[in-house]
């Protein structure tokens, strides 16, 4: 964990796994950009492969064709790749779902510590509301843009203290008060178990060994296609073009869902923004 920052606002740090690999870079170019770019090297290294290997390949199978043992060894490469790279798959969208829920639940949980404190009497209710605006309007217009460049932000520490030195120094005077202050009391702490899950998240994605597995055993998978000896050279262009393609798109697809806080397809703000204008701006 690194600092990157420091100021009155807080601290930004920037966590540096040993566990992941760093991929971030392709966040930072359009995604549709990034496709033809995984596609377009793809294909090329496929078609580099085919040509340099072919005269190589025929020599090798000589004046009997071996397609049928090289057809058996193709299929269980591409077997076992597909079932690998879909498995990647399925934890990178499950991630991005718990993620994109856990969101919904802290701002359910900010709604309502804000309507919990809006029953507090002046000034404690006056200061408490306004600690919470202030939190939720810079996580959206400050710590989000931070989160997209996998920068965990906790420059909203000091708001949060804040509200919560003076949440403590309230004393309730009746019994319905001190009801209502430990139910207060509680839902802060969940907001801040939620806020921390969230802080983990930003910088989450797949191991570096299950990445070193993603791209050789799409090399290895495309290297096993090169050894069909084939008379039509058309017919080994195009099928090596699509699997190349398919290959290329499998990548781009885990790059794309590796970390849920980065890149086109990525989770935002939105019910921050409808719990800031909806419940604390005077909404419903």
Known sequence: MVPVGDGA????????????????????????????????????????????????????????????????????????????????????????????????????????????????????????????????????????????????????????NTFYNCLADFQPATETQNLMHGETLRQFDRLIELRQLRLQSVTVGLPRVMWVLVIVGAIATLASSWFFDTRSLTVHFWLTVLLSALLGMMIHLLVTMDNPFRGDYSVGPDSFEMLYHNVMMGGT
């Open 9 to 160: 606002a807080g601290t930004i740090f920037v966590f540096r796994g040993t566990g992941s690999m760093n991929v971030y870079w392709v966040y930072d170019i359009p995604n549709g950009l990034f496709w033809l770019i995984s596609v377009g090297v793809s294909i090329a290294f496929g078609l580099a492969g085919m040509f340099a290997m072919r005269s190589w390949v025929r020599r090798l199978h000589g004046g009997h064709s071996h397609n049928d043992i090289v057809s058996v060894f193709f299929a269980s490469m591409s077997v076992f790749y597909g079932v690998a790279v879909g498995l990647f798959a399925l934890g990178a969208w499950q991630t991005y779902s718990d993620v994109d829920s856990k969101l919904a639940l802290e701002s359910a949980t900010l709604a309502q510590l804000y309507r919990d404190v809006s029953h507090y009497p002046e000034p404690a209710r006056a200061t408490l509301q306004g600690d919470l605006r202030v939190y939720v309007r810079r996580l959206i217009d400050i710590s989000w843009p931070q989160f997209r460049r996998g920068i965990v932000d906790t420059a909203n520490n000091n708001t949060l």
